[in-house]
């Protein structure tokens, strides 16, 4: 199917090229207007004035030429200036140049005769307006539902579930039925797809046992009204809206405390299914809706101002020390961007200039959209992001804060009067550095109002700079005396803090009454304003002939109405961008990518839909079920293209993507707290806090494990691990995700902070949850490795002088904290004194030697370093023997208040199980035999690396036998993966404890303090399932 | 299921009918049915995926002059006019008042008095450059680099103008470093080690923080890899302690094995395995990394080289050792930052210049002559200069021996060497008090973009679409190649 698929192409490909070089006709209007458009118009055309009065937009105008003569040569591209001179590189000027394949055109368009479409008229007004072919390109179009098609082939149209698949496969070649995805992988896919979070093992389970017909329906019902759902598509709409907890902009990136209002407004609506129409139109105009104030806000009105949030969420910093006319501007503009890419797919920005390059999109277009937004985002009436907060307090509350103001007032008052004496002093300090002819004019200029001095007062101030004391500077001459200052801000502070909690919204509101001019600006400079522009939509989104304006000023209403009337244009049936652009967005969450893959470039250099009819009849569907996003959502995902199976080929058969779907960064964060069952899954508010860790990267606070969107978005501080994964760090907003995979991200997962405390996390749970399990997991016994016995053992007994060997060995059972003896008491009444020590012991009587006990893990050589020490003049000293249970006796030495060193350098051989004994005797004489007796083994073997093996390693008191549950496993895969492990992956991960087990009992370090071997095994295991592909896509 | 020879037969024959037909239907008719047939095919086109990056190697638009860079940040604003720009004049009428306009950004100790250098100047190397006698060791390679005295930001700030060293805007964050462009245009030599490294000072981050090495709006991938002056020296290179060697490497392998079972259900699906590949990389990283920052490897000449005998370079002279076997390694772009911003000399400038002139001079200057003696330096661009300079007046801070300078973004010094760059030239001036640049001024933009050329990448050609904007390194603010400073003049590279 793929090879035919290809064969179609390349076939069609060939008979097509030929069609176009040899045989069609070139025109003005098809051919050679984009390249102009693209590399000429802007001098000659789209402006009033003409540099060198050439015009290019007609060919009578090209003849008729600028100064430097006629244009074009009809018939004669070399005879032609066009020509040459864009040939000869001599224009366009700049960087830019034509391409050859440009070039090529013109040249044949100009020897082929210079044709055009349609006759051209003699009078046409200034600019470039737009074309018919421009407004044919197919965003512009408007919407058409197709009509109902079926495959003919009978098994296809079967496996049609829905209109969408009838379409995907009427549009292609495709007539293989669909294979569907089985069960489970539709639940995860879809718990993924709404929600951003896995099901729990239970969950899963019982979706898969649900007999049902319908299950798949109730699934999505559920799923669909799960409050988590809102989240997952909140965090979508919010990367559109560009949202972000700070201004940004400047250094500050000064926070914004409100704006997480906006986010969970996003969240309630999406959640209430609110129709996508109104949804726009509140965040365009919910201050327009609202209304105005009557008594305390209600709370309709309050989710109306709330909406807006939506247009103070661009980069803004005007608060932070930039109130500039640039800055002012720049917020405008971004704004206009976000509004743009977000509900019309189209860039506008290119046309803040010059009339866009590329797309029908005029210089007065942008204006005219600009217009829409003049009486609320003014910039010669400008209110910094602080004083535009709109509160939500009562008028009770009010009251009561005005009486608490008015204490802050008075020490408000003590402050200044403070701050007036210091100012005095900093002066006359300063002015003491001066010689006394200059010191009184200096402090009569200085305490002269500013617009009253004198040139000569003003000279004398500029060149003793340093008299120019302000409140803000005073803390650079009397610094104590600011910190002073600073008491009173605490004391007022302190008032303040009485006072009724007040909370705002980020809104943006329009003032009454207030219905400024727009002014187009030549070249996009605020300086050079020119012409006035009406509101207006963008002139190629409207039918031929036509044209829509907003009000100017509606009078029904106190606000001017241009923005509801925008909303209202956006959604209405004649609209052709909105929709679309609507639903290529949710089709793109789907699917991952949008059947127009560009999702905020529906222009000519965007990509062009790959289903066009499907495209426009999901919009039309879309508007005709009242703009449901839910109702939406059902028809994609009760589709078969969305079920069937994902990953075999990239792109299936009806060209739709096929690909598994990386997580994105919030929902591997909340995935793997959701696996660890830590997840807290409370509801909106403020923002959670983020920190710096001791390296400086920026992570979550510790403490806190809601779900990632709810964490700040700090544009200067983005979050590591977030931003690894490609959460996007907001400059203006994102229109589409990258999707990375880079080693930073293994790096991440491998050592990373947060997955190694998760991994713990998961390992404790598993733990838990192992109790729990049901039959047959509960009884599944697995071939576990049993933890190795431990090396070393401590015990007493008797050596036999006749047979060599160690003749009795009765483990030591009693632990004091600190040695170990034959019990509580000593002497033991029945075994007399004998006791070790992480370093040495006492021996009882000759018959009860104390016996320090290695046992051989494996078989292997071993060379033993070693010193018998013994330190008093009493007695006659110990005896200690070094004895294997394979060869005998090794070596034998004494020590009397000295040392012997006790080595055995030829390599000793042991197999595995065999011990080595380090037996001490009192020999003959029963007092004063404490000693020590440190000693090491180095133990080579062929299946293992060489290690070194201490006595005192693992001295200890008694250890509950460390042991392995095969439900570990279980309950580990469970919380994971929402599923069992297969037979092969128990076996898999048991081998794996097996070996981490082996190596870590080798190696202490590898265990962390509190910890044993099993449980770091354990965690090391679950790690490793938190980091697998499977873990971080759906499929 | 239709047998596909069947429909490519049937193609074939509509194709004939079609050429048969074109000879007595029109041509128009005939464009027409073949745009329907094309139509019908659209979407057999391959869907464009969300775009990926990655780091494989790629080609430049022309030949480059330079493989890889080095940039010796000077964060707060070396004092050109006591350093490598002298100014007769400016000494002669020490103590006399300014004569014109100047932004002050410490208003309380502003003064108009002119201050003249204190150090004497004299001309270093063939060409005859001048250097104070605070940088003896930078004089001695006056003829492998090319001082730049006309630098010019327009601003005093430090981050306004840092930002626009690194990100194209003076002042605007979110923006790329000039190194995540230059990652952007021709990703890595090297599958070992991050392609850009930043080596911060042990006495703390460099003023601005971690926007010194921000990728902006593109992704991650192009970010700076912080070498940090104390161990973990990369973050999350290093497993823990307690996962090092054999249980990490288990680690790996149940995780990979469980991959690639996870893969063979998915053959479509190439992302898997280069997620697979990735985990391969990291644990390569780890070792590579840990080579090349092992400078025991280096000869007892080198250590003395770099001064890593001397208290005073020690620490410079390292990070500069460090950044020369980052580069030999395969590494495009290392940046050297200092703590704070030693150079902001706005008090003490009798003391603190010569100090942090101490010790950074002879470590920069042994990075060259290092380079140069292994033959790197031909492709190797070094950089050393602040995002600003200092006033030619006194900063007032009492007594003279306390005074300073404020900052000064009109006019002011750097210098660059290798990669192409012409050595023993001096470009532009300042005015007769180092004020302003004067003379074939150059801003930050003209910097990238010449950077950016000598890297064989054309600067208005290396575009990067961002919500819907084509982006370029300078913003679409005016730039140009600053030709006169480069071995190969811009034409004859390019053709």
Redesign the interface.
């Known amino acids: ?1 793929k ?3 290809i ?3 390349s ?3 060939l ?2 090229r030929s ?1 176009a070089a040899e ?2 006709h070139l025109t003005l209007e098809q051919d050679v207007w984009p390249i102009l458009k693209a590399h000429c118009f802007d001098c000659h055309g789209a402006t009033e004035t003409l540099e060198g009065s050439l015009d290019l937009r007609q060919v009578r105008r090209m003849q008729s030429g600028g100064e430097s003569g006629a244009a074009i040569v009809i018939g004669d591209s070399e005879q032609s200036l066009l020509f040459q001179r864009v040939r000869d590189g001599d224009m366009p000027p700049g ?2 140049k034509v391409s050859a394949a440009e070039l090529e055109t013109l040249q044949k368009w100009i020897d082929g005769g210079a044709a055009t479409k349609r006759p051209e008229s003699d009078n046409i007004g200034p600019g470039l307006g737009i074309t018919p072919e421009e407004r044919d390109f197919w965003s512009f179009r408007p919407i058409r539902r197709p009509d109902l098609k079926l495959p003919t ?1 009978p098994l296809a149209a079967a496996a049609a579930r829905t209109q969408i698949d009838a379409l995907a496969m009427a ?3 495709a ?2 039925p669909l294979a569907e995805a089985d069960r489970r992988t539709l639940v995860m896919r879809a718990y993924f797809t709404l929600t951003g979070l896995p099901p729990t093992f239970k969950q899963a389970e019982s979706w898969l046992a649900d007999q049902g017909d319908d299950w798949f329906d109730r699934l999505l019902d559920e799923l669909l009204q799960s409050p988590q759902y809102g989240e997952q598509w909140g965090r979508h709409w919010l990367d559109v809206a560009g949202y972000a907890d700070s201004e ?4 500050n ?1 000064a926070i914004r405390p409100w704006a997480w209002k906006y986010r969970d407004y996003v969240i309630r609506s999406l959640n209430q299914d609110k129709p996508f129409d109104q949804f726009i139109a509140e965040q365009l105009a919910g201050d327009e809706l609202a209304g105005a104030k009557q008594g305390d806000w209600t709370p309709d009105q309050i989710e109306f101002l709330t909406a807006t949030g939506f247009l103070r969420m661009a980069a803004d910093g005007t608060g932070s020390g930039e109130n500039t006319e640039e800055a002012r501007n720049q917020t405008i503009a971004d704004t206009l ?1 976000i509004v ?2 977000s509900l019309m797919g ?2 506008f ?2 046309a803040q200039c010059h009339d866009h390059r590329y797309d029908p999109i005029l210089h007065t277009d942008y204006f005219a959209l600009r217009a829409v937004f003049e009486p609320a985002l003014d910039w010669q009436s400008w209110k910094p992001p602080a004083a535009r907060l709109v509160s939500l307090q009562t008028e009770s509350d009010r009251a009561r804060a005005a009486e608490i103001e008015a204490e802050a007032q008075v020490v408000a008052k003590e402050k200044a009067d403070k701050q007036g004496e210091y100012m005095l002093q900093a002066l006359e300090q ?1 002015l003491a550095k001066f010689d006394e002819p200059l010191r009184e004019p200096l402090r009569t200029a200085y305490q002269t109002p500013a617009a009253e001095r004198t040139e000569q007062q003003k000279e004398l101030l ?5 008299v ?3 409140p803000g ?1 005073l803390y ?2 009397l610094p104590k005396a600011a910190e002073e200052l600073k008491t009173f801000d605490q004391r007022i502070a302190e008032i303040r803090s009485r006072k009724p909690p007040e909370e705002f919204v980020r809104a943006l509101v329009e003032p009454p009454g207030h219905a400024p001019e727009t002014k187009l600006f030549h070249r996009g400079d605020h300086q050079q304003p020119k012409q006035t522009v009406l509101p207006a939509a963008p002139t190629v989104a409207v039918p031929e002939g036509e044209r829509i304006e907003f009000p100017l000023d509606d009078d029904s209403r106190p606000t001017t109405g241009r923005r509801l009337a925008l909303a209202h244009w956006l959604t209405s049936p004649e609209n052709p961008l909105t929709a679309r652009v609507i639903v290529n967005r949710v089709w793109m969450h789907h699917f ?2 949008g059947l127009v ?2 999702p ?2 529906f222009g000519k250099l965007g ?2 839909p ?3 009819e499907l495209l426009d009849w999901l919009a039309d569907e879309f508007i005709r079920e009242g703009w449901s996003l839910k109702k939406l959502q059902r028809l994609i995902m009760t589709s078969a293209v969305w079920r069937q199976v ?6 299936d058969a ?7 779907h ?1 997580l994105e960064a919030e929902t591997i964060r909340d995935r793997m707290l959701a696996a660890t069952g830590t997840l807290n899954r409370q509801l909106f508010g403020p923002a959670i806090a983020i920190k710096e860790d001791e ?3 920026v992570i979550v606070d510790g403490t806190q494990t809601r779900r990632s969107l709810y964490v700040q978005v700090r ?3 983005p979050v ?1 691990m977030l ?2 994964f ?1 959460a996007p ?20 997962l ?3 902070e947060f997955i ?1 405390d998760q991994a713990a996390k998961l390992a404790e749970r598993a733990i838990d949850e192992s109790e729990t399990l049901e039959p047959p997991f509960a009884e599944l016994v697995l071939d576990l490795p049993s933890p190795p016995a431990p090396q070393w053992s401590y015990g007493f007994g008797y050596f036999d002088e006749v047979t060599g060997r160690t003749e009795s060995f009765e483990p030591l059972t009693h632990w004091t904290g600190s040695q170990w003896q034959a019990g509580p008491e000593l002497p033991d009444p029945n075994f007399g004194w004998v006791l070790l020590t992480a370093a040495g012991g006492h021996p009882d009587g000759p018959d009860r030697a104390v016996i320090r006990r290695w046992t051989a893990p494996r078989d292997s050589t071993v060379v033993i370093r070693g010193k018998l020490s013994h330190g008093s003049p009493n007695g006659d000293g110990v005896r200690g023997r070094i004895v294997s249970s394979r060869s005998g006796n090794v070596g034998e030495w004494v020590a009397h208040n000295g040392e012997a060193e006790t080595n055995v350098v030829e390599g000793l051989a042991v197999n595995a199980g065999d011990t080595i004994d380090f037996i001490t005797d009192c020999r003959q004489n029963q007092t004063s035999d404490s000693f020590a007796w440190p000693v090491t083994l180095t133990v080579r073997s062929e299946d293992a690396p060489e290690r070194v093996i201490t006595s005192n390693e693992g001295f200890s008191g008694p250890q509950a036998p460390e042991r392995f549950e095969a439900g570990w496993i279980v309950a580990a895969w469970r919380a994971a993966y929402s599923r069992n492990p297969t037979d092969e ?1 128990l076996q ?2 048991a081998d ?1 404890l097996g ?2 087990l082996d ?2 009992h080798q ?1 202490p ?4 303090s509190g910890r044993t071997a099993t449980r ?1 095994a354990l965690i ?2 679950c ?3 938190l ?4 873990f ?2 759906v ?1 | 299921m239709t047998d596909p020879q069947v429909i490519a037969h049937d193609l074939r024959h509509r194709r004939e009918f079609l050429r048969a037909g074109s000879l007595g239907i029109g041509g128009l008719a005939l464009a027409w049915l073949l745009q329907q047939e094309q139509a019908r095919a659209t979407p057999k086109m391959l869907p464009k995926s969300p775009p990926k990056f990655d780091l494989a190697p790629k080609p430049p638009h022309f030949a480059p002059q330079a493989k890889a860079m080095i940039s010796l940040f000077q964060h707060g604003g070396p004092s050109h006019m006591d350093l490598t720009d002298p100014k007769p004049e400016l000494d002669k009428r020490d103590g006399t008042d300014y004569p014109g306009e100047i932004a002050y950004s410490f208003v309380n100790e502003a003064s108009k008095k002119l201050m003249g250098t204190r150090w004497k100047f004299a001309k270093h190397g063939e060409c005859g450059m001048d250097f104070s006698e605070l940088l003896p060791e930078t004089a001695g390679i006056a003829d492998d680099i090319c001082l730049i005295r006309s630098m010019h930001t327009g601003a005093n700030g430090h981050e306004v103008s840092i930002r626009y060293f690194h990100g194209g805007i003076p002042g605007v964050l979110g923006r790329p470093h000039l190194a995540s462009w230059l990652l952007y245009g021709l990703g890595s030599e090297t599958q070992d080690l991050p392609a850009y490294m930043v080596l911060t000072d042990p006495g703390g981050p460099p003023v601005d923080g971690i926007n010194n090495w921000s990728s902006g709006f593109m992704p991650p991938l192009y970010q700076g890899t912080v070498i940090r002056p104390k161990e973990p020296r990369i973050l999350n290179l290093d497993p823990p302690p307690h996962l090092r060697g054999e249980p990490q490497r288990q680690n790996l392998d149940l995780l990979q094995s469980l991959n690639r079972r996870h893969a063979e259900r998915f053959p479509g699906q190439a992302d898997l395995d280069a997620r697979i590949a990735s985990y391969e990389l990291a644990a390569r990283m780890q070792t590579a990394a840990r080579e090349a920052l092992d400078i025991s490897q280096e000869t007892k000449a080198t250590h003395e080289l770099y001064g890593l005998d001397d208290d005073a370079t020690r620490e410079y002279g390292t990070r500069c050792l460090i950044a020369r076997r980052l580069v030999e390694r395969g590494v495009r772009f290392v940046q050297l930052f200092l703590a704070g911003q030693p150079w902001d000399n706005h008090s003490n400038l009798g003391t603190a210049l010569p100090a942090i002139c101490r010790r950074t001079d002879k470590p920069a200057a042994a990075l060259v002559k290092d380079l140069k003696q292994r033959g790197m330096l031909d492709e190797t661009l070094v950089h050393w200069g602040g995002e600003i300079g200092r006033l030619p007046v006194t900063q007032n801070q009492g007594a003279p021996e306390k005074h300073g300078r404020d900052h000064n973004g009109q006019g002011f010094s750097m210098w660059l060497a290798g990669g192409g760059i012409r050595g023993g030239t001096i470009h532009g001036a300042t005015d007769e008090f180092g004020h302003r640049a004067v003379e074939q001024v150059v801003t930050p933009n003209d910097y990238q973009a010449t950077l950016l050329h000598l890297f064989g990448l054309d600067w208005n050609q290396l575009t990067f679409p961002h919500n819907g904007q084509i982006q370029v390194i300078t913003a679409g603010r005016p730039a140009e190649i600053v030709g006169n400073i480069l071995r190969q003049p811009p034409n004859a590279a390019e053709g």
């Open positions: 199917m090879l035919l698929a064969l179609l192409v076939l069609i490909g008979g097509n069609v045989e069609r960087e830019a082939d549009a292609s070649a007539e293989e940004g902009f400047t250094v990136d961007r743009g890419t189209l860039s920005h290119c300063e500029a060149t003793n700079p340093s120019n004391i302000t500077v650079q001459y991952g990518t893959p560009t905020a470039d990509s062009s790959s289903h066009p994902r990953g075999v080929e990239p792109i009806n060209g739709l993507p096929s690909t598994l990386r390296t400086g990267q544009r200067s501080r590591a931003q690894a490609d760090v907001m400059e203006t907003n994102c229109e589409l995700r990258p999707n990375s995979t880079v080693a930073t991200q293994s790096l991440m491998l050592n990373g190694l992956e898999l991960a794996f070996r981490q190596t870590l190696n370090t590898s265990v962390p770091q090391n295991l790690q490793v399932l980091s697998s592909n499977e971080l896509y499929d």
